[in-house]
């Protein structure tokens, strides 16, 4: 055996302390080194900046407003509770941030296709729409279980003129999309882009999708020293791969503010079905990158379960593993049955129908804010509306619901 | 010394090419891999991948994954694997190599990996979702334990970074023949041999190409300039529509009709 001196200990690039890294097959290191590349090229570029700002402002609504929820502070009796409300962009999530992101860079590198995974469709719908709007061919890779859940996803996918692919491997689901995607993108990077759609996968991926998002700290850092004078106490968000819960604490990295991240707990953590990566999993490699994982003791990656199909994924993005171990963040779970009714409860109490995903993160800052003074701020990224939504309440209420909630 | 490297010296001071047979351990059945194993190793593979199967290989085409899925479903694990290693090891010194993706490895445990492969008589072990340059971690420890780490090489694999898969693989360098995921194509990449000759030049090591070989025409014009071919696919189709017993023989006769008779191949 040679012998040879380790290298001494440092930053490696696409990191975040021991997770993150480029776990990814010969052919694609390359399409990744270009992308990292171009990344970082019109990062500093002032042009492709302003492009963007303009388009987020002028095409997809932003910047979206800071809502004091008044009653659902009443209803909780404790904290001041507040929404940043990315529910009120285009295509109906925060999603759209990214995509317009993406799209640019895919435009600025010369691609003429698109490709993207997506589960529930949120995210296949925002490339879509991305895609349409710079006159990008766009296929969305989505597993055909979840083509049969979210019909009409797909037909809004059709409709802004992207085909959807049905993937019908391993659990015909998320991360299967995910696999298939990465697999046409092995063969096609010359002329294709691949739109990942949240903070996971290889590197360059977790902390471009991060950046693109960052719009939303940045602002909500803006608004509610404008209103309030000081920084919030605590940011809570859901966290399935978590490109809303890291756009969202990015900005806010280096101040005196808690993070808390909402894993879906499904039917409850001891019930085996649900997707909490973080709590309930051990880091593993998953497309392209070292973290948390949910895996059977031989390493397979194992079946999620959630009422919401855009925290349905084994991982997340590294960067939470990393504010997980080193303590930057915490991360709680919350169940189908406590997301679902924290979807009424705000339905009810404020008139905003969040996508289920983001009912997540209103259930537990509920739950905090009781434990809390009336002088602390929480402020919930409210990632998504409900309207997908509405179909999956409708069934597991049997078409009736109760006059009130509380 | 490593069985891999003991073969190839043989091989070359014979003027002959290595033909290399990829298996999914456990398909269509723990015991029906071994017996395909020996079968090839019998029939002039000169080293056997065995496929560690895995729940999400991004790196393989549809006959692949099929294979794999089906020898999870039938509770397929790296112990598993291990065990069939040793039990095939028991009859030959025929090298060995385990390929699969990095998870259920690291699952393992590194150290433990090491001992348990070592103690198994494996000689080496490719892991396509790891490039080089995340490998030290694994590297080291292999090497120790005298486990060769067989990197892959792709046609976009830039010259500097062919120079380092060159400095710090062990066995042989898998050339990937194409972009894409594994599968059976009609024909190969153009400019194929003006690659594989250009790293020929500047590695030590021997060049093995796969992705997509099927045909005995491939093989021959593979072997005129790589020191090896690697078949998979081709020879896991027949599992997947026909019953085991015939399924063996339509791969032992595809696996003859291959390689059989090809002059360096020298079978």
């Known amino acids: ?406 | 010394m490593n069985r891999i490297d003991k073969k190839f010296q043989k091989l070359r001071a014979e003027g002959k090419k290595a033909a290399i047979p990829f298996l999914t351990a456990g398909f269509p059945s723990p015991a029906a891999s071994l017996t395909l194993a020996r079968e090839l190793a019998e029939n002039g593979a000169d080293i056997i991948e065995l496929g560690v199967p895995f729940s999400d290989p991004v790196a393989d085409g549809p006959t692949i994954q099929a294979s794999s899925a089906a020898a999870l479903a039938r509770g397929m694990t790296l112990e598993k694997v291990l065990r069939l290693a040793e039990n095939f090891r028991r009859g030959t010194e025929t090298p060995l190599v385990l390929m699969g993706y990095l998870n259920p490895f690291l699952a393992m445990g590194i150290g433990r990996l090491a001992r348990r492969l070592a103690a198994a008589g494996v000689d080496g072990l490719i892991i396509p979702d790891l490039p080089v340059e995340e490998s030290d971690f694994l590297r080291i420890p292999l090497a120790a334990a005298g486990i060769h780490l067989i990197f892959l090489a792709a046609p976009n694999t830039p010259p500097k970074k062919m120079a380092r898969i060159a400095k710090r693989g062990r066995g042989f360098i898998y050339y990937v023949s194409r972009a894409g995921v594994t599968g059976a194509r009609d024909r190969l990449e153009a400019g194929l041999a003006e690659k594989v000759s250009a790293i020929k030049k500047t590695s030590p090591l021997p060049v093995c190409v796969g992705f997509g070989v099927s045909r005995r025409g491939q093989v021959i014009k593979l072997n005129r300039i790589a020191d090896g071919v690697i078949v998979g696919s081709a020879l896991i189709a027949p599992f997947l529509r026909l019953p085991p017993g015939k399924a063996r023989a339509a791969a032992i006769k595809k696996w003859r009709e291959l390689f059989g008779g090809v002059p360096e191949a020298g079978r």
Not at chain 1, 91 to 114: F, S, V
Not at chain 1, 199 to 228: C, L, N, W
């Open chain 1, 1 to 406: 055996m040679r012998t040879k001196k380790k290298p001494p200990e440092r930053k490696r690039p696409g990191y975040f302390g021991r997770f993150g890294g480029r776990f990814v097959p010969e052919t694609l290191s390359v399409p990744l080194e270009e992308l990292a590349r171009s990344f970082r090229r019109v990062a500093r570029e002032k042009g492709f900046q302003r492009g963007l700002d303009t388009l987020l402002k002028t095409y997809a609504g932003r910047p979206t407003p800071l809502f004091f929820a008044r009653r659902l502070t009443e209803y909780c009796g404790g904290a001041r509770i507040w929404l940043k409300r990315e529910d009120l962009l285009h295509t109906g999530a925060h999603k759209i941030n990214n995509c317009l992101g993406q799209a640019l860079l895919a435009e600025r590198m010369g691609k003429r296709r698109i490709i993207a995974e997506t589960g529930a469709g949120q995210h296949g719908v925002a490339a879509a729409t991305a895609a349409a709007l710079l006159g990008i061919e766009c296929e969305v890779y989505m597993g055909e279980e979840d083509m049969a859940r979210q019909e009409i996803n797909v037909f809004r996918m059709e409709v802004l003129g992207a085909r959807v692919i049905p993937v019908r491997t391993g659990s015909k689901t998320l991360k299967d999309a995910c696999s298939e995607a990465l697999r046409d993108w092995a063969a096609s990077f010359a002329s294709t882009y691949y739109l990942l759609g949240s903070t996971v996968g290889p590197d360059p991926y977790p902390r471009m999708v991060r950046d693109f998002q960052a719009v939303i700290g940045r602002e909500t850092k803006r608004q509610f020293r404008s209103v309030a004078g000081r920084l919030p106490d605590f940011l809570v968000a859901c966290v399935g791969g978590g490109s809303n819960s890291l756009g969202f604490f990015h900005p806010f990295r280096s101040d005196p503010v808690e993070f808390v991240g909402v894993e879906a707990g499904g039917a409850g953590l001891k019930s085996g079905r649900h997707a909490a990566s973080i709590i309930r999993g051990r880091p593993g490699v998953l497309h392209g990158s070292y973290s948390y994982l949910l895996q059977d003791g031989g390493g397979q990656v194992q079946p999620t379960h959630s009422i919401s199909a855009g925290l349905d994924y084994p991982g997340v993005g590294p960067e939470h593993s990393h504010y997980f171990a080193s303590g930057r963040a915490s991360y709680v779970s919350v169940t189908d049955r406590q997301a679902f009714d924290a979807a009424l409860l705000l339905s009810r109490r404020e008139g905003i129908i969040p996508a289920l995903e983001s009912a997540h993160a209103v259930a537990w800052s509920c739950r905090l804010a009781r434990k809390l003074p009336k002088n602390r701020h929480i402020i919930i990224c409210l990632s998504g509306r409900g309207d997908k939504d509405l179909e999956t309440i409708r069934k597991e209420r049997g078409g009736s619901l109760p006059n009130c909630v509380g």
